[in-house]
């Protein structure tokens, strides 16, 4: 209403039938905000101790999403690369140092996440871990483990980057259209049929009585008379020949 009031038009709606391997260029962007972003709140709490539970807290659900995302972005760049056909050696070795990087960069994340996740809740649970002597040590070595698996993903991005940029790989966004049309000539044959269906059964309702006890009727005449028109010449022929004694006896008296 307030788009409308001030003369605006909202965008479009974007297209929710992209095939898997076009959405890895959509969904990549999301684990590397949240999981570089994750270690600032790692260091605020660092630096702001009276309320470091909560950016602790915020800290693990950063790291868990943007973890979750990178499995996401690596199911989907795989399937992004079965598609890829034609290019140049050099472009396939890229491809493949991203692959192995990207995998790589996962199966990191994932255990600093679970591992940080763990800490976490023995900081709140035991009181003797969330003391600040023991807290902040630890806290500044989940915060290195975070850097150096910040520099795995910046690699991996980067060389998403030069494939994209450099060598012109993307991902085939219109697959869509054609199964939109496919999909709409299919609904337009179901309804025309099921149309078609409920006008022969009309059809035949609308035939009165009458008529069907007239083509009942109409059958048996025309069977008879297709056994008389079928009825061989030659069946006329014994009665014929039976009357001729009768005929010869007659003409015998007679003379």
């Known amino acids: 209403m307030f788009a409308v009031n001030l003369g605006l038009t909202l965008p479009p709606l974007p297209p929710v039938d992209i095939p898997w391997p076009g959405m890895h260029v959509l969904v990549v ?17 660092l630096i702001f101790a009276p309320r470091w539970q909560g950016f602790a807290i915020s800290a693990v659900l950063l790291l868990a999403l943007g973890t979750a995302g990178t ?11 079965d598609i890829v056909e034609e290019g140049p050696d050099e472009m396939f070795e890229v491809m493949e140092e991203h692959e192995e990087y990207g995998l790589l960069t996962r199966n990191i994340y994932l255990g600093v996440t679970i591992a940080y996740a763990i800490f976490v809740l023995l900081t709140l649970t035991v009181s003797s871990i969330g003391k600040a002597v023991v807290r902040i040590p630890i806290s500044l070595v989940f915060l290195v483990a975070m850097a150096v698996a910040g520099l795995y993903l910046a690699h991996t991005a980067h060389l998403g980057g030069i494939l994209v940029h450099q060598y012109g790989v993307k991902a085939k966004l219109t697959e869509t259209r054609e199964r939109a049309e496919d999909k709409k000539q299919r609904a337009n044959t179901e309804i025309k049929d099921q149309a078609s269906q ?9 035939r009165s009585p009458k008529d069907t006890e007239e083509t009942e009727s109409s059958e048996p005449q025309a069977q008879l008379q297709s056994e008389k028109s079928a ?16 005929e010869s006896e007659s003409k015998q008296e007679k003379e």
């Open 29 to 45: 962007h999301f684990p590397i905000a949240l999981l570089l972003v994750a270690p600032v709140f790692v260091l605020l709490g």
């Open 71 to 81: 499995f996401v972005a690596a199911a989907t760049g795989l399937a992004a690369r």
């Open 198 to 206: 409920p006008a022969d059964e009309q059809d035949r309702a609308a």
């Open 231 to 246: 009825r061989p010449a030659s069946a006329e022929t014994p009665s014929t020949q039976e009357s001729s004694p009768a």
